[in-house]
């Protein structure tokens, strides 16, 4: 049993996944985007996935790597791009949750120290039942989904078109 669970971590990172097997949760592809040495506020991203019968609440999430973490949500409202703190989040029982780039983030604010595209970050995910889970997120450029709340940086658009370039080629070879 012991070797189980340790073959089933080590698939689970091998994967960039993770789960807990005490709530039935699992983390999918967990990122932070990329920002300038200088930002104070940086974007995680990822996938909550809930195996179990019941609902799973996320109400906070920790960073030894920044000194504030807090769950926000982008909506664009009248044309203008804006950002609301969401207190918890619901994860229906069998249902997902999905964190990306123009919708649900978890904003980081003030990192201890400059962080770039390679490096890890790692998170504490906290929820209402006092379970918790701890995975890594990987600091990436660009998730290739566009982006509406942080669409400002001119360097920023000229990634996206190389990335959704990458994207057609793939799909072709696909067929
Ligand atoms: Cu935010």
Do not use: C
């Amino acid at each position: 049993m012991k070797l189980l669970a340790t073959l089933l971590t080590l698939f689970f990172l091998a994967s960039n996944a993770w789960a807990s097997a005490q709530h039935g949760i699992e983390i999918h592809d967990p990122w932070v985007r990329e920002a300038p040495p200088t930002a104070r506020v940086l974007a995680a991203y990822l996938q909550l996935h809930n195996h179990d019968d019941k609902t799973r609440t996320l109400v906070s999430v920790e960073s030894p790597a920044f000194k504030r973490v807090e769950l926000h949500r982008s909506e664009e409202k009248e044309g203008m791009a804006t950002m609301t703190r969401v207190a918890k989040i619901m994860i229906a029982a069998h249902g997902k949750v999905i964190f990306e780039p123009g919708s649900l983030h978890i904003m980081l604010i003030d990192p201890v120290t400059p962080l770039k595209a390679g490096d890890k970050v790692s998170l504490t995910l906290r929820f209402n039942d006092g379970s918790s889970l701890d995975i890594n997120a990987d600091v990436r450029r660009s998730g290739g989904v566009k982006d509406k709340a942080h669409h400002h940086d001119p360097d920023h658009s000229m990634d996206m078109q190389k990335e959704s370039h990458g994207d057609m080629k793939k799909h072709e070879h696909d067929h």
